[in-house]
């Protein structure tokens, strides 16, 4: 390193900002991805989401552990000792952290089991709406005509439809099978429309620009263009769709839990607790508070860090939200 | 429509049950599940019953109940008003609480008032419906009944026609337990447009000229700056569906959204077709009054 390329380390500010890029390409190259987990790791904001997300994982993944801490199982009924001689579940005390709900079970445990529902769906869902979603978006936009009219008019029809009652027919129909797997479907179906739109958009753009030209005159075929040289472009777009859609998500899988649609009663979910605690709410206010405490601390951190991803990987973009026709 | 329609129907027809063993009761005999069929139509075979039921469909008749025999057109005559005062109330409310909050936000950029903004949709959006909902029940109905103030019912609907302030009382909840979730998107997204349109030059122009801010604001830069907003409004109207059902579902109301929710659960085809048709209906309608709007507000959009 030279006496020059010193000065130029120490005179160079934090990466941040829209001027990072020119500041990071004059130390050493680092790739767009080294630079937005830079930013991630200064984000305050974000570091505590995700601590926060970590910490439902971990209730979810050692749910077991808590139910035998406290010594109750996510489906036993403590008739004696949850609720009142009247029977009425009984508030927070020292054997029910948070109380008990109207069946004497413990609602800390069924929190913790819920987590693995909520998480599993959210994650999931957003995955397969997210993948299916950028290969149709890319497909969309690569092939044009034909393709692109006919996905446009399907993704168009599926936004338009009044989702949850198609998730109350379906389910019907389905005579009340399906379960999870229902949710994840569901959500996912409802959800790839908006990526698909995104990423095609994107592909229109990048498919006209001069490199995909080079690569086209070196003889690299349609497959090799999409998936060498279009995607690594759109991959933080979808990225940060991603981590949007996983709370939208979790609030749809609760929603439907909360309508008695996917998981089955003796489950312990967030969504179908809130659902049983609409019939308590003026003699436990425990049974809503806090699963709804879990379920709200987990859909905003998601938010966050999703805010906090997408300023990171183009700290100009900060309308999200906004579609333009 | 017609495809919604069909898709309703086939999707019916594929699953395994029987209607008229739900409607017979469960010590119904041979005879009398026989007899439920052929008074129902279902003794036929499927293709006939769908195109008997696209005849009658076209020719506005909806048919009838499975459950009670009432005609489907009674039914959603009852509840329609329900829904309609808890979905326009609540999309008015949502459009004006986010737009203005937007618009206080974006004009004040990180000041006090813009943070709040920022935060308080964040905390909205990221809020379920249902949870919003029972969350006012517990705080902002029963809480304040234990203390003496009995100004938010807890649920039930009282017509506009019997009573102007009963009707309201009674869905002022609703409406802000449907608004705050769906306002909190519009919020950021007029926030987020309105600091592009400030940006231009003719919203200069515009203040060069001395007009007030409050013009320049509200007549020059907003105009452009809720096009998107008007997009988003359009690809919304399905989640304001999804929003009744679950609003009048925490609130008691008794509207199209509970209609449906128990006419599925007793497999109630005419119904559930009936419904769901009016659902896309809205939908279509709906957007297509958006797309109106919008070449109204937009002088470069024409509508061909």
């Known amino acids: 390193m030279s006496v020059y390329d010193e000065m130029l380390v120490d005179n160079v500010p934090e990466p941040e900002g ?16 080294q630079l937005a987990f830079e930013r991630l790791r ?25 139910a035998a801490i406290v010594g109750h199982g996510p489906d036993t009924q403590f008739h004696l000792t949850g609720l009142t001689p009247e029977g009425i579940p009984i508030g927070p005390s020292k054997h029910f952290l948070l109380g008990a709900d109207e069946l004497g079970r413990d609602i800390l445990v069924r929190i913790c089991y819920g987590a693995r529902i909520s998480l599993l769906v959210g994650v999931v869902a957003s995955g397969l709406a997210v993948t299916g979603g950028a290969i149709l978006g890319m497909l969309a936009g690569y092939m044009g005509r034909l393709v692109d009219t006919t996905l446009a008019r399907l993704i168009d029809v599926v936004l338009a439809m009044p989702y949850l009652v198609f998730a109350i027919a379906l389910w019907t129909a389905l005579g009340g099978q399906g379960g999870i797997l229902l949710d994840v479907s569901v959500i996912a179906f409802f959800s790839f429309g908006a990526v698909a739109r995104i990423v095609r958009g994107q592909v229109l753009s990048i498919k006209e620009k001069e490199y995909i030209e080079a690569a086209r005159s070196l003889g690299a075929g349609t497959l090799r263009i999409m998936f060498v040289d279009i995607v690594p472009n759109v991959l933080a777009q979808v990225i940060v769709y991603f981590t949007l859609l996983v709370p939208a998500a979790i609030v749809f899988e609760a929603t439907l839990a909360f309508l008695g649609i996917g998981t089955t009663p003796p489950t312990p979910d967030w969504g179908s607790m809130l659902s049983e605690a609409l019939n308590y709410y003026e003699v436990a206010w425990w049974y809503v508070v806090f699963p709804g405490l879990a379920l709200l601390a987990t859909t905003l951190a998601f938010n966050l860090l999703g805010d906090s991803v997408r300023d990171a990987f183009d700290p100009r973009y900060s309308r999200i939200f906004t579609k333009e026709k | 429509m017609w495809l919604v329609a069909t898709v309703v129907f086939i999707l019916y027809f594929v699953t395994p049950h029987d209607p008229a063993r739900l409607i017979a009761g469960k010590d119904a005999t041979a005879q009398m599940l026989a007899d439920v069929r052929i008074r129902l139509g279902l003794d036929q075979p499927i293709i006939q019953q769908y195109f008997s039921y696209l005849g009658r469909l076209l020719q506005g008749n909806l048919g009838y109940s499975y459950f009670n025999s009432e005609p489907v057109s009674t039914i959603i005559g009852e509840d329609l008003p329900v829904t309609a005062s808890l979905a ?5 409310l949502w459009l004006v609480i986010g737009v203005l909050a937007g618009v206080l936000a974006a004009t004040k950029p990180r000041s006090i008032a813009d ?4 935060g308080l949709a964040l905390f909205f959006y990221s809020m379920p419906t249902f949870l919003l ?25 009282v017509g506009l026609t019997q009573s102007v302030g009963g009707w309201f009382q009674h869905m002022i909840l609703p409406w802000f337990t449907l608004a ?3 306002g909190a998107v519009y919020a950021r997204l007029t926030r987020g447009s309105m600091l592009d349109v400030l940006g231009e030059d003719y919203v200069r122009t515009a203040r060069a000229k001395g007009l007030s801010e409050r013009r320049v604001v509200y007549r020059h830069a907003l105009r452009a700056a809720i096009t998107p907003v008007t997009t988003q409004f359009g690809i919304d109207l399905g989640t304001l569906l999804g929003g ?26 005419p119904v559930i077709i009936a419904l769901v048709l009016l659902a896309s209906a809205f939908v279509v309608t709906a957007n297509i009054v958006v797309d109106a709007v919008y070449a109204l507000l937009d002088p470069r959009v024409r509508l061909t």
């Open chain 2, 115 to 118: 943070r709040t903004v920022t």
């Open chain 1, 42 to 66: 200064h984000d305050r904001v974000a570091v505590a989401s995700a601590v926060v997300i970590v910490l439902i994982a971990g209730l979810a993944v050692f749910a077991p552990v808590v």
């Open chain 2, 133 to 157: 909902g029972e969350l006012f029940l517990l705080l902002l109905f029963f809480r304040l009944h234990l203390l003496g103030f009995d100004f938010f019912p807890g649920s039930g609907y």
């Open chain 2, 244 to 269: 009744v059902i679950v609003t009048e579902t925490v609130y008691g109301l008794p509207g199209l959204g509970q209609e449906i929710y128990n006419s599925i659960s007793r497999q109630d085809l």
């Open chain 2, 180 to 182: 705050l979730v769906t």
């Open chain 1, 18 to 33: 829209p001027g990072a890029d020119f500041s990071a390409s004059a130390i050493k190259a680092r790739s767009p991805w």
């Open chain 2, 88 to 92: 326009v109330g609540g999309a008015v």
